[in-house]
């Protein structure tokens, strides 16, 4: 599996734009880059994915570099209720084989008031 | 609401013991996930099934067994529990590979 790099932690001010990175050097033609976050006692929840182009979503924008070697999740006014674990990971295509979509350690977002 | 049950939401037993715990996926999803959270190792990835043949296999002991059945729900087996057990249980299902849903999770203790 292709792995992911992710800053454990990361704090932002309320109503400000949060940057949250993600590095996946190895990461290959067929794997879909996802991204999700886990509040506290809840299961972790879809929040934007991606393959190639740039997207944007109710929640969320992804950026993602040409190399497709990294991306940006993008929040862009963090709210008290996006505190939570950010965990970028990687889908392969295909639903078969989409398979152990591994979970790193993932960054924890402190937004403060 | 995620669409996807898992029951029990707590469970707690001695250890030795053997445990079931069950995942009805959302409706139509092929596949069913299942993960195991600890505080000391994060989300770990355990076994996907699709359409009741298993696909993937994460770090899963030998201890534990899992199973899709033909109605699409999951059930995860552990047995001869350790109390390194104690964890989170997620299920997730998926319909395609845009988008995983998990469930509330099972908390498992074992004593």
């Known amino acids: 599996d292709a792995k992911t790099t992710q800053p454990n932690s990361m704090e932002s001010n309320e109503e400000e734009p949060v940057h949250l990175p993600c590095n996946h050097s190895?990461?290959?033609?067929?794997?879909?880059i996802h991204w999700y976050r886990q509040l506290p006692s809840q299961g972790p929840e879809y929040v934007i994915h991606g393959l190639t182009s740039n997207v944007n979503n109710r929640m969320a924008s992804l950026a993602i570099a040409e190399d497709r070697k990294s991306s940006t999740l993008i929040l862009h006014r963090a709210t008290l209720r996006d505190a939570a674990v950010y965990y970028c990971i990687l889908r392969e295509r295909g639903v078969a084989n989409a398979g152990k979509s591994t979970f790193g350690d993932g960054t924890t977002l402190t937004v403060k008031p | 609401d995620s669409g996807v049950t898992q029951t029990p939401k707590h469970l707690i037993t001695a250890t030795g013991q053997r445990v079931t715990l069950r995942c009805s996926p959302r409706?139509?999803?092929?596949?069913v996930y299942w993960y195991q959270q600890s505080l000391d190792q994060g989300l770990q990835f355990l076994i996907q099934?699709?359409?009741?043949?298993?696909?993937a296999k994460g770090n899963i002991l030998e201890r534990f067994s899992a199973q899709q059945f033909p109605d699409l729900h999951s059930e995860l087996n552990l047995s001869s529990l350790e109390l390194g057990d104690s964890a989170l249980y997620f299920c997730a299902s998926s319909a395609s590979v845009e988008k995983l849903f998990f469930g509330s999770g099972t908390q498992l203790s074992v004593l």
């Open positions: 190895t990461i290959s033609g067929t794997d879909y």
């Open positions: 409706s139509g999803d092929l596949s």
């Open positions: 099934y699709y359409n009741g043949e298993e696909r």
